[in-house]
């Protein structure tokens, strides 16, 4: 595992960013958007590829892409006749996988992880605070 604190001790939890963070969490609060998103962290995908995976219908799915583009989570390119959609970047997917892990945690009854700490709070990445 790599030891990220180094780099996230200078990540300061000011407005801008709680706000931020708060938008992208609101983006993952709806059940087929989530699996869109899910889908998208195993690879790139059209409308009608993620259609027949969520189960959801192709206007739905429509207005998901369209809303998770706006938000700037999704990024999509032409093939052809095609749009294919792929995640934004990398911090996404590892949120979409622990959101989903932790999940899996709690419909398995599997334990929790205990929160890490090292002398400092228990949120990773949140060692500073401007409130």
Known sequence: MVDNRSHTSAITADDSRLATAAATLKMLAE????????????????????????????????????????????????????????????????LVAESLSHADHIATGEPLHPPETDGEPARRGAHRSTA
């Open 31 to 94: 059940k087929t958007r989530l699996h869109i998103l899910w889908i998208l962290t195993t690879a790139p995908a059209d409308v009608n590829s993620l259609t027949r995976a969520t189960g959801a219908s192709r206007t739905a799915v429509s207005q998901h892409l369209a809303k998770l583009r706006l938000a700037g989570l999704v990024d999509a390119h032409r093939e052809d006749r095609h749009v294919i959609y792929s995640l934004r970047d990398g911090h996404l997917s590892r």
